[in-house]
């Protein structure tokens, strides 16, 4: 662990081992986020940096029945529940 110095002006200088460990480029965008008492500085990665981030994940989760997409309903096995939720809907909506 480092320590650094906070100036008059507020300002910290990333010690030099740090920035070349994270790759940290001159105008780089750091994100600030506050845990606490602990300050966190997180280096902004463009949106494709992330691809592939949550590849594996378990993405199924219990729904409720109301919550269900006809995509859904198809991948579980409760297609006729869809069809038959959405032509009530449609007849409510009709009448």
């Given at each position: 662990?480092?320590?650094?110095t906070?100036?008059?002006?507020f300002q910290?200088?990333?010690p030099?081992r740090?920035r070349?460990?994270l790759g940290?480029?001159?105008g780089?965008?750091?994100?600030?986020?506050?845990i606490?008492?602990r300050?966190?500085?997180?280096a902004?990665?463009?949106a494709?940096?992330?691809?592939?981030l949550l590849?594996?994940i378990?993405?199924?989760a219990?729904?409720e029945p109301?919550?269900l997409?006809a995509?859904?309903?198809?991948?579980i096995?409760?297609?006729?529940?869809f069809r038959r939720?959405t032509?009530?809907?449609?007849?409510?909506?009709?009448?």
């Open positions: 662990m480092e320590t650094v906070l100036s008059p002006k910290v200088v990333i030099k740090v070349e460990h940290l480029k001159p780089q965008k750091l994100e600030v986020v506050q606490g008492l300050i966190e500085l997180v902004q990665q463009p494709c940096a992330l691809r592939g590849r594996g378990d993405a199924t219990p729904r109301d919550r997409c995509s859904c309903c198809r991948f096995g409760l297609a006729g529940v939720r032509k009530r809907r449609a007849l409510r909506a009709h009448h």
